[in-house]
């Protein structure tokens, strides 16, 4: 089946260790995005890829990175700077304006 | 700039009761798309429909319908005969340049169908 998996569906960090969510894609997109997600909050885009090799940070970037060395493979790390990183990371996928999302990464931070 | 507003923050409808959710978008593009996006409690983002802004052409799928209105830049969405399965957080976005796909979304309105 085509889709989008993000895994683990749920992470648990100590404050200070840098930790990297997966997001795969088999729908043959190009774009890719990372979305944050906190209680009672819309999604806030946090860095999105229109091509394998290049990406652009969104309106939340500080305290994370990314990387897009294949097509189908967009991982985000949320560093030890970013300094309220406990929030749902949900990754998506698009073509023509469309956006499809993975299940989602419950990240808790203590 | 964009910007998407859902002043419904939560609504509760008795199942088998109509309930509209509204969206209020600001752009000054001229072209931009419209959308309506679905989160079970499971987390996972349903994309529910998407209106490009040269069709105000009602749709509707279903129980579900959605009204375009370029006079009063709204976009809602209305659920007919509610069923709890509806129970989840809709959310309304905006894009407005279809090549770099980025969409804003809307704070979302959690929407609770009570049996």
């Known amino acids: 089946d085509g889709g989008i998996t993000q895994s683990p569906k749920y992470l648990f960090r100590k404050e200070g260790q840098n930790v990297t969510l997966s997001c795969e894609q088999n729908l043959n997109h190009d774009a890719m995005y990372w979305y944050r997600q906190d209680p009672g909050q819309g999604l806030r885009l946090i860095y999105y890829?229109?091509?394998?090799?290049?990406?652009q940070k969104g309106d939340i970037a500080e305290g994370y990175s990314v990387s897009r060395e294949k097509k189908e493979s967009f991982p985000l790390t949320v560093t030890s700077a970013q300094k309220n990183p406990t929030a749902f990371y949900l990754c998506?996928?698009?073509?023509?304006?469309?956006?499809?999302f993975g299940p989602g990464t419950r990240l808790t931070v203590t | 700039a964009q910007k998407v507003t859902q002043a419904q923050t939560e609504i509760s409808v008795v199942e088998k009761e109509d309930v509209t959710l509204d969206c209020v978008y600001e752009t000054r593009d001229t072209t931009y798309y419209l959308f309506w996006y679905k989160q079970p409690p499971s987390g996972e983002l349903v994309f529910l429909i998407r209106?490009?802004?040269?069709?105000?052409q009602n749709e509707i799928s279903g129980r579900y319908s959605w009204n375009f209105q370029k006079s009063t830049s709204s976009f809602n969405f209305t659920i007919t005969a509610s069923q709890v399965v509806d129970s989840a957080v809709y959310f309304c976005a905006l894009s407005v340049r279809l090549l770099d796909d980025k969409i804003i979304f809307g704070k979302g309105t959690r929407l609770h169908i009570l049996p």
């Open positions: 890829s229109q091509i394998v090799n290049d990406f």
């Open positions: 998506a996928s698009s073509i023509e304006a469309e956006q499809y």
């Open positions: 209106r490009n802004s040269f069709d105000e």
